[in-house]
């Protein structure tokens, strides 16, 4: 049987490389996969959180999957805290971790800075806790953008050395899912930077929950060269911002680069980011409006995720003790 696992951190906003990268790719996969979609909240307290913006942006994403398309009745929907099983199998599973393997995290070092010695065990252990979501259900398919591509070799990784450990075929190894042209939406203002919910630059990413002004805005001020957008691929490539520009109307258009960039072809960017913003506006604005309304009845999302943890629980939880009877913990 194949089963999806994926997630997302409630850690702010959430942005088009959420969706292009992430979400939209949900929607098309609930047809044909066991779903099983998470907000990972404890992955999001690896960073300092405010506890009331924690739980407003978990009913946040909550809202975003459903408004997005993501069917809760079909697929299982829930916030990671309320399935005890994931932390006490990351605590296993971190047992079997090489810090070897951590230590080759770039996240890790991304997030941690400078000041590694201050960051918290959390955030390096972060990719374990990953593995133990992923492999508390036996997922075999993980959909994920390419920034995710290290933490999900390191979930299989850690599934054989569990199978080679106490010499049983019992994890899957987990594939990763990465599709298309929107698995890596860079910045808005730095093509070489990934966009992201923690950039302090509100003017580097379009929210899900921007209104056609903010996306208009936010792409007029997108950096850009001066020259006009060129004929062919190579000579895009070596332009970032102008590359990631052309790579998100191509994700929202579903059209391959080389035809996104045939249409605009040595026309300036105040043609194309006009189209641009069309084509965002068009896709994000009903998504937005409906993760509005869902948020305004709290009572509603509450719902969805009690029953998707559940659900959840009663995949995990035999799951979780055959794992303990494996590794010889008594369960008297
Ligand atoms: N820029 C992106 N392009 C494509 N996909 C992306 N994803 C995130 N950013 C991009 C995909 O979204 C899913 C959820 O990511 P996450 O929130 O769990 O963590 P993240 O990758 O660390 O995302 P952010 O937005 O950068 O959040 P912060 O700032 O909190 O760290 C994943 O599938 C990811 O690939």
């Excluded at 290290?150 to 049983?168: K, P, S, T, V």
């Excluded at 794992?323 to 010889?328: A, C, E, F, S, Y």
Aim: aromatic content about 6%.
């Amino acid at each position: 049987m194949n089963r999806i696992f994926s997630g997302i951190q409630p850690t702010g906003n959430l942005h088009l490389g959420n969706y292009l990268g992430a979400i939209r790719n949900w929607v098309a996969l609930q047809n044909a996969y066991e779903c099983i979609f998470c907000i990972v909240d404890l992955h999001a307290l690896t960073l300092p959180q405010d506890p009331d913006e924690l739980r407003a942006s978990t009913r946040e994403v909550t809202a975003a999957y459903i408004a997005a398309g993501v069917d809760p009745e079909r697929c299982i929907i829930f916030n990671q805290s309320m399935v005890s099983a994931h932390a006490e199998l990351a605590w296993l599973l971190s047992c079997i971790t090489p810090l070897g393997w951590l230590n080759r995290m770039t996240q890790f070092k991304e997030k941690a800075g400078k000041q590694r010695d201050l960051a918290g065990l959390g955030l390096y252990a972060y990719p374990v806790l990953m593995a133990a979501d992923i492999l508390g259900y036996k997922a075999t398919h993980v959909p994920v953008g390419e920034d995710q591509k290290q933490h999900l070799e390191l979930a299989r990784d850690i599934a054989g050395a569990f199978n080679r450990r106490y010499e049983r075929d019992f994890f899957p190894l987990p594939e990763p899912q990465i599709f298309g042209t929107g698995t890596r939406v860079m910045s808005l203002r730095d093509g070489t930077k990934k966009m992201s919910k923690s950039d302090p630059s509100d003017y580097s990413r379009i929210n899900m929950t921007d209104d056609r002004d903010t996306v208009a805005l936010k792409i007029r001020r997108a950096k850009t060269d001066p020259e006009p957008l060129p004929g062919t691929i190579e000579a895009l490539e070596v332009r970032p911002e102008a590359d990631n520009l052309v790579g998100i109307y191509a994700a929202l258009a579903d059209q391959s680069r080389e035809t996104a960039l045939q249409k605009f072809a040595g026309q300036n960017f105040s043609v194309f980011k006009e189209a641009l913003t069309e084509l965002s506006v068009a896709t994000l604005g009903p998504i937005g409006g409906e993760m509005r309304r869902l948020v305004a009845d709290p009572g509603h999302i509450d719902a969805v995720l009690r029953r998707g943890a559940e659900r959840a629980a009663a995949i995990a939880e035999p799951i979780l003790r055959e794992v303990k009877d494996i590794t010889g913990l008594l369960r008297p």
